[in-house]
Each structure stands twice: as structure tokens, then as C-alpha cells.
């Protein structure tokens, strides 16, 4: 029987099929191949696996979706919605060619195919050489239709920020001098899972000069008064969307430079989410947390871009970044997480998940944004 929770109701992957193959359609192509990952996850629902045997969604511009599939691995389809959709599935054993099931599916055509940016080259490769000609990848086609979250993935978002929050608001209990990072990381990841989520995507803990470093996980360093610890975490809610939220901690009251320069970041921050609303670019984004900072004379300690999409992979589009001129739109959920890093000594990061509305943002997560004192 399938869990209704690991997916959403088979109309909404019915639109989005529909409104695939048109996209598809649109760019002039001949359909799209879509093999096990992010996109056909989104498509269909299916957390099927990629292994060495093809399984493939076939989607032409004209005619019927089919799913290539291993007769051995039609189990791995039950949970998701190709039964309820109608999609054709073409089952395969060992000794046929999937690669000619594909092309067969799809329909000759003198044009390319595109196909999904995860699919390995050992299902490529024979692919080309069935189709007569070079894919193009699938991303874009499916960018925008991914990027725009329908109301029930922002529902799963906002599920997912909630979660998070809960497990923050119990992080200075796990904050003790003298236990090591790991150890904190072992009780977050523990309640991850309790607060909501279906398992621990990451976890850093980065106290003290590890801080410094943004993707330092965690390690055997013990924990001192005085320290100033990044912690980042996220996971997924079911079905599958994520959460990311980035808080930074002191353990005993900073000094005055770490005070003084932590309110900057948070002014950064700060100004990066009051610059969200729809037809502000990208990288206008990122430039209105790095002004803040370069302004305070500390723009070189800001080295990674301002933020990130999300959805059912952690990292998606669209990106906040210099050099990044899309226009946001409602529907669109990214991060905003300036931090500071100075090697040797510490760090801090400010990281909010946010909703572009229809006149600015709504942000997923509402954990206090000033440094956290923890009592020593």
C-alpha cells in the first residue's frame, strides 16, 4: 500500500507533465528522457534508483509518457504516482535493448531529445548512439517549472523550516565546553529526526576557528567558553522537500570586534531579505547583503554567494550570486545566508529560507537572528 505522505496527490504531477511536455514542446525538441534523480522525482513521484539497468521516463511532445523500466525493479514504482497517471510501462529483462525501448517511445524525429542533468554516461552514451544525435540537458526545460513552487511544495517548505526551527531553539542545550563538535552534531542530528524530518541531510558545527571554514562538518575539537560556533543543518520533510537554516552561537558573552561585527551581518543579512520581491534580480540580492558588509570594510570575509534554491534538492536554482541577472518570481524559495569568516579565529553565518510573494518575501524561518549567548 502506498504512503500517501511520501508524495503528493497524483493530480499534482499530472499538471506537471502536462506542463513539462508543452515546455518541451515550446523549445522545439523531440520529448524528454528522464532517468531516476531530482526530476523524475518531481515529475512522477518516484524515488526509484539508477543502476546499471535503464530505468527512464519517456516523455514525447506527441503521444503517450512511458516508463522503461526493469522488470526486476518494478517494485520500486509502487509508491509513486505512474499507476494512478496512466503512464505506459514498458518492462524489461536482461538480454533486451532499453536503449531501443527508449527510442521506440519516444518516436523517430530528426531533432534532439532532452534529457534529465543527473543521468549517467553509462545510460547516455548508448542513448546517443539510438537516438542519432546529441541530447541537450532537460534543465532547461524544466528550470522555470521547478524554480516556481506550486502551493502544496511551499506548504511542504514551510513544514520544513518549522522543523528546523524547533531543533535551533534546543541547540544550546547541546552547546557544553568540553564536548566535542561531534558529540553536538550527534544530539542535532538526533533531533532532526524528532522535530519532523525523515532523516539528516547535514550537519556542521564549526566552533572557534573551525567557524572560519563555511563547510567544515564537524570534528573531535572540544567545545571552550568563548568560542563562537556556526551551526547548519537541514533535512527533508516528507515528501522530500528540505529545510537549511543557519544560526551562529557564543558560548559566554562575546568581545566587543566579535559583537560589533556580528550586527553588521545581521544588517547584511537583514537587507538582502528586504530587498526580495518579484522582478529584482538575483544578483541584486547578493549585492545588497555585500554592500552592507563592504561598507563596514569587511566585504573580503564574505567568500561564498548570498544563497541558493531549494526544494527537493538542497541546492538548486535559482543561485544568489554576482553575475546572476534572472528576475525573481513568486513562488520562488532560495536562501539568504551571508556569513563572515576570519581564518584562524572565527565565523558566522545568518541563514533564513524565504518565499518570494507576490510584493516581497516570506521568510520560513523565524529563530531570533542576533548571536545567541549561551550561559557558561
Same mark, same amino acid.
Given at each position: 500500500m502506498t504512503d500517501v505522505t511520501s508524495r503528493f496527490d497524483s493530480s499534482v504531477y499530472a499538471h506537471r507533465l502536462t506542463v513539462a511536455a508543452a515546455a518541451t514542446a515550446d523549445a522545439g525538441l523531440a520529448g524528454m528522457v528522464i532517468t531516476p534523480g531530482y526530476d523524475l522525482r518531481y515529475l512522477?513521484? /518516484?524515488?526509484?534508483?539508477?543502476f546499471e539497468r535503464l530505468t527512464a521516463l519517456v516523455l514525447p511532445v506527441s503521444g503517450p509518457p512511458t516508463m522503461v523500466v526493469p522488470r526486476l525493479e *518494478?517494485?520500486? *514504482?509502487?509508491e509513486s504516482a505512474v499507476a494512478d497517471l496512466g503512464i505506459a510501462v514498458q518492462a524489461w529483462v536482461d538480454g533486451q535493448d532499453p536503449y531501443r525501448l527508449v527510442g521506440e517511445a519516444l518516436g523517430a524525429s530528426p531533432v534532439a531529445a532532452a534529457v534529465t542533468d543527473s543521468m549517467p554516461a553509462l545510460h547516455l552514451l548508448p542513448l546517443i548512439d539510438v537516438l542519432g544525435n546529441t541530447?541537450? *540537458?532537460?534543465t532547461e526545460v524544466l528550470r522555470e517549472l521547478r524554480m516556481i513552487k506550486d502551493p502544496s511544495e511551499i506548504d511542504a517548505l514551510r513544514t520544513a523550516g518549522a522543523a528546523i526551527d524547533r531543533v535551533h531553539a534546543r541547540v544550546p542545550e547541546f552547546l557544553v565546553p568540553g564536548r566535542t563538535e561531534a558529540d553536538v552534531a550527534a544530539d542535532i542530528a538526533e533531533a532532526i529526526v524528532a522535530e519532523g524530518h525523515s532523516e539528516v541531510s547535514f550537519v556542521i558545527v564549526g566552533s572557534g576557528p573551525h567557524g572560519a571554514d563555511p563547510h567544515h562538518e564537524c570534528s573531535d575539537r572540544k567545545l571552550r567558553a568563548g568560542d563562537i560556533v556556526v551551526?547548519? !543543518?537541514?533535512?527533508p520533510v516528507e515528501p522530500g522537500y528540505h529545510s537549511d537554516s543557519t544560526r551562529t @552561537? /557564543?558560548?559566554g558573552e562575546p568581545d566587543a570586534q566579535v559583537a560589533q561585527r556580528y550586527s553588521v551581518l545581521q544588517r547584511a543579512q537583514r537587507a538582502a531579505v528586504d530587498s526580495v520581491r518579484p522582478g529584482v534580480t538575483a544578483q541584486q540580492i547578493d549585492a545588497a547583503a555585500r554592500d552592507v558588509l563592504a561598507e563596514a570594510g569587511l566585504a573580503e570575509y564574505f567568500v561564498h554567494r548570498t544563497g541558493h534554491g531549494i526544494g527537493l534538492s538542497v541546492h538548486e536554482e535559482p543561485y544568489i550570486v554576482a553575475g546572476n541577472d534572472i528576475a525573481l518570481a513568486a513562488g520562488m524559495a532560495f536562501s539568504v545566508e551571508p556569513g !563572515? @569568516?576570519?581564518?584562524?579565529?572565527?565565523?558566522?553565518? !545568518?541563514?533564513?529560507i524565504v518565499i518570494v510573494t507576490e510584493d516581497g518575501a516570506e521568510s520560513l524561518n523565524n529563530r531570533p537572528h542576533e548571536l545567541v549567548v549561551v550561559a557558561v
Open positions: 512522477t513521484g /518516484s524515488r526509484a534508483q539508477t *518494478l517494485a520500486a *514504482l509502487r541530447p541537450v *540537458l532537460a551551526v547548519d !543543518i537541514g533535512g @552561537y /557564543s558560548l !563572515i @569568516y576570519f581564518p584562524g579565529e572565527w565565523g558566522a553565518r !545568518i541563514e533564513d
